[in-house]
T-cell receptor, first 114, second 112 residues
Framework: DAMVIQNPRYQVTQFGKPVTLSCSQT?????MYWYQQKSSQAPKLLFH???????NEADTPDNFQSRRPNTSFCFLDIRSPGLGDAAMYLC?????????????FGPGTRLTVL | KQEVTQIPAALSVPEGENLVLNCSFT??????LQWFRQDPGKGLTSLLL?????REQTSGRLNASLDKSSGRSTLYIAASQPGDSATYLC???????????FGAGTRLFVKA
């Protein structure tokens, strides 16, 4: 089945220790997104790629970076995690059409910062 | 700036009841609205997508409607089951590039 895969599902890191989260897709979608979701809140878009074009949200901290080496993979790098970065990180993909943009999500990575 | 609101934040119903979840948005210039389900600690599962030219979409016991002019969408769940217990989120895609704006969700609990 075509899907969006995130690894790891759970990540524990120490305050200030860099961490990388991974997302891969078999849908061959040209847009990939990274969202941060805290408890009982709406997912917050951090950035997205349209093919190789990177689009950063204005309020995404510089501490968050992303790489998309090819169509299938996208990575989220947190350079110096703080306690406030503990959250669920969601990867999504889409292939926008004429008047629609249906997003498909992975299972998420739960990040704990000690 | 688009804002999406879901009321109520939480809802508890007995099994078998029909129910309606509400979603409102402030800017009617949208291309589509998507409803998702999220189980605790999991990702989002797409339920239904309604394009701006459509009035409703149906999938099994779910029916979603869209009234773009009034900035409202509803998700109707027929004959609710305990397995429907989850958080339901709506999200709109509009004129701001590829950015999709989410509501905070309605947490549904269906009692057996």
């Amino acid at each position: 089945d075509a899907m969006v895969i995130q690894n790891p599902r759970y990540q524990v890191t120490q305050f200030g220790k860099p961490v990388t989260l991974s997302c891969s897709q078999t849908l061959n979608h040209n847009v990939m997104y990274w969202y941060q979701q805290k408890s009982s809140q709406a997912p917050k878009l951090l950035f997205h790629y349209y093919d190789k074009d990177f689009n950063n949200e204005a309020d995404t901290p510089d501490n968050f970076q992303s790489r998309r080496p090819n169509t299938s993979f996208c990575f989220l790098d947190i350079r110096s995690p703080g306690l406030g970065d503990a959250a669920m990180y969601l990867c999504a993909t889409s292939s926008p059409g004429d008047g629609f943009n249906e997003q498909f999500f992975g299972p998420g990575t739960r990040l704990t910062v000690l | 700036k688009q804002e999406v609101t879901q009321i109520p934040a939480a809802l508890s119903v007995p099994e078998g009841e029909n129910l309606v979840l509400n979603c409102s948005f402030t800017d009617s210039a949208i291309y589509n609205l998507q409803w998702f389900r999220q189980d605790p600690g999991k990702g989002l599962t797409s339920l239904l997508l309604i394009q701006s030219s459509q009035r409703e979409q149906t999938s099994g016991r779910l029916n979603a409607s869209l009234d773009k002019s009034s900035g409202r969408s509803t998700l109707y769940i027929a004959a609710s089951q305990p397995g429907d217990s989850a958080t339901y989120l709506c999200a709109v895609w509009g004129t701001g590039g590829f950015k999709t704006i989410f509501g905070a969700g309605t947490r549904l609990f269906v009692k057996a």
